[in-house]
């Protein structure tokens, strides 16, 4: 598969478990600007250990995202080609099977609704 940047999209996973409280909105101060990006690093990383087996192309980042009454906020996105087969599959499990709390670290593996990528 050929990978090109500028097709990436990117799914907003959120900055935390769905379930968990994390740090709001606007960030005030430096110290909960560096708490949120501690957040999200440490949510990535549980994403990361959750889905180990993503396709090439496809990863979990921390990136940044205008706030609607100025300033921003701090979150973790998948970027992924939704045009192609692969990711698209794997989106689809990643989606359904976002962790609600910390505590969920459950491993899933995304190659078994792709049997092709195990040949």
């Not at 101060?29 to 949510?43: D, G, N, P, S, V």
């Not at 994403?47 to 192309?57: E, H, K, S, V, W």
């Not at 979990?60 to 192609?84: A, C, S």
């Amino acid at each position: 598969m050929a990978f090109i940047i500028e097709e990436a999209e990117h799914y907003t996973c959120g900055p935390g478990p769905a379930n968990e409280e994390c740090v709001p909105a606007p960030y005030q101060t430096t110290a909960l600007r560096t708490e949120a990006i501690a957040e999200c690093k440490r949510y990535r990383d549980m994403l990361d250990a959750r889905f180990p087996l993503l396709p090439n192309g496809m990863w979990f980042t921390v990136q940044r995202q205008p706030y609607h009454n100025g300033g921003y906020y701090i979150e973790v996105v998948l970027r992924y080609v939704p045009d192609d087969t692969v990711h698209a599959a794997v989106f689809a499990v990643v989606e359904a099977n976002l962790p609600d709390t910390w505590e969920d670290t459950q491993t899933i593996d995304t190659h078994t609704v792709i049997p092709a990528l195990d040949a």
